[in-house]
């Protein structure tokens, strides 16, 4: 197991190199970039106070742009705008300079909020978090306790009318169900109870705890339900056929033999073996609830978090933001698969990695 865990280890490292290889590389041929963003901000404030004229920027790469007059900003001024943003270097020696930082976590300055890459993830992560582990939380203490009955009542019309309901949540978007939300709850055409900007209130810290969990919870209710719905159908179906899958087997019908109760044989005997494929699913889960956020429902409710960051970084050729953000969550995604061959240990024993390593 050891070395199977080394060897995975050791593969991580040409894995994250690849990855930013390839971004770093599309990034290249991005028409626009930070610079020439730059100089058109610096040409619209020559022409509005100066009444200047246009300046031309050939887009040859992300900021590798010629410049074709000086009308509107001096040569000089983009020359050091592009010193300024490391684009006087060659390509190769910005993507090893880039890896080496990357390697030391280092993820450099935004240049569009002129902040920290690391402070500016720090400061949008409340957000993901809380729609996150809400979503993680609700999905799977829903689902499993929800699919273990279907189970039980395969065929039932309890089963027919649960499936139905949440199939017919998993086909709806969740952006279609937050314009709904808001529209039956929200303010929009029937009642107003809950509020639809942020995940607190402004006097939020002058409020005494009680009322600041209050709300909180009234502030998250609308894009946390429109978050998880869809999320219970695979969930849920995947605990039912677990289950029936389990029940089906010989052991099953060998406890029941010996005189033990429903209960005992549903919970321990084919509980454990038939939580193994979400067990280990769990991992992947609760990292992904947390960073997956939807950049729709961010938008729609107001909230300030990642998908709207990662999104806004793209808009404004932010790469450092971008860059370092699909280097952070490749790294994180490798982690979470180590972690889930761990957790196929942890639950069957009878797993081994020994031969692969």
């Known amino acids: 197991m050891s070395a199977y865990i080394v060897r995975r280890l050791l593969l991580m490292i040409p894995t994250l ?82 890896v080496w930082n990357y390697l030391r976590f280092d993820f450099g300055e935004s240049y569009y909020h002129h902040k920290r890459v690391v402070d500016l993830v720090i400061e949008k992560m409340p957000v993901s978090i809380s729609l996150g582990i809400w979503t993680f939380l609700l999905t799977y203490l829903i689902s499993i306790p929800l699919g273990i009955r279907k189970a039980v009542h395969h065929g039932s019309r309890f089963d027919a009318v649960t499936s139905t309901l949440i199939l017919v949540g998993y086909s ?65 179906l995947l605990t039912k056929n677990s289950f029936l899958e389990e029940i089906a087997k010989q052991y099953v019908l060998t406890a029941r033999a010996k005189g033990l109760s429903e209960r005992a044989v549903l919970y321990r005997h084919i509980f ?10 769990f991992p992947g889960s609760f990292v992904a609830a947390f960073f997956s956020g939807s950049l729709l429902l961010e938008t729609i409710f107001s909230l300030d978090g990642l998908g709207l960051l990662g999104y806004e970084s793209v808009i404004n050729r932010d790469y450092p933001v971008v860059m370092a953000t699909l280097y952070f969550f490749t790294l994180l995604g490798l982690l979470t698969k180590l972690l889930t061959d761990f957790t196929y240990v942890l639950v ?10």
């Open 172 to 236: 709806i978007p969740g952006f279609v169900l937050g314009v709904l939300l808001i529209v039956l709850f929200g303010g929009g055409s029937f009642w107003d109870f809950f509020p639809l900007r942020g995940l607190v209130s402004d006097n939020w810290a002058a409020l005494s705890w009680p009322m600041r969990i209050v709300d909180y919870l009234w502030h998250i209710t609308l894009p946390i339900t429109a978050s998880v719905v869809g999320s219970f159908a695979v969930t849920t």
């Open 348 to 357: 069957d024993p009878r797993i081994t990695f020994d031969r692969a390593a």
């Open 272 to 281: 454990r073996n038939a939580m193994i494929p979400l067990v280990t699913g």
């Open 17 to 98: 190199v690849g990855v930013l290889g390839v971004t770093f590389l599309v990034i290249q041929f991005v028409p626009g970039g930070p610079v020439e963003r730059m100089i058109a901000l610096l040409e619209h404030r020559s022409e509005a106070g100066l009444g200047g004229g246009g300046l031309e920027v050939a887009a040859g790469g992300s900021s590798g742009g010629l410049y074709r007059g000086n009308r509107g900003v001096a040569a000089e001024q983009v020359e050091a705008l592009r010193q300024l943003y490391g684009f006087d270097r060659p390509p190769w020696e910005r993507f090893l300079h880039m």
